[in-house]
């Protein structure tokens, strides 16, 4: 074996070619011929190696001097801190809703009040209220140009009762 494939596998440690390849962000199959030495590295895949594990090209390829770290270790910083801001937009989304939640609540409160009161002055009244304050009564029986004929004429019929 040379010196690149037993550095190679160093740098893998105790992760499984799926996993150390998924890491360098290399197809598996390709990974698999390096580590077997039955393919050359392509420049592309050194210099990728190299940036993934801080590791320089002569101690990659075995030159002498040249020190290998131990195993590769990913550099979880950045991943870090995108799930932190993914966490903290995800945080604000619920916090904006939660705040809809409580201003829609806020509104069917005040509007069942209002509807509480209406119906309380109704029957003191003796009266029915069929509309909404403001509007005729006539307003009621005016169909929804959006209802079908058949529910127009039902609803036209009741109205008309």
């Known amino acids: 074996m040379n010196e690149f494939v037993l550095n190679l596998k160093t740098l893998q440690g105790e992760r499984s070619v799926t996993a150390f390849s ?5 197809n598996q199959k390709t990974l698999d011929n390096y580590i077997k030495g039955i393919r050359r590295p392509t420049v592309g895949f050194l210099l990728n190696v190299r940036a993934k594990c801080g590791v320089s090209l ?14 590769c ?6 991943a870090l801190a995108e799930k932190d801001g993914i966490i903290a937009g995800q945080q604000a989304m619920i916090d904006s809703l939660a705040a809809s939640v409580r201003d829609a609540a806020a509104a069917v409160r005040e509007l069942t009040a209002t509807n509480a009161r209406l119906v309380a002055g109704s ?18 029986q005016t169909a929804s140009p959006f209802m079908s004929q058949p529910a127009r004429q039902r609803h036209l019929a009741t109205a008309k009762t």
Request: cysteine-free; aromatic content about 2%; charged content about 20%.
């Open 22 to 26: 998924r890491f360098l962000g290399v």
């Open 58 to 71: 002569d101690a990659l390829m075995g030159l002498e001097g040249a020190v290998l770290p131990p195993q």
């Open 73 to 78: 270790q990913p550099d979880v910083s950045a």
């Open 123 to 140: 029957e003191k009244k003796g009266t029915t209220r069929t509309s909404p304050p403001g509007l005729p009564s006539s307003s009621i």
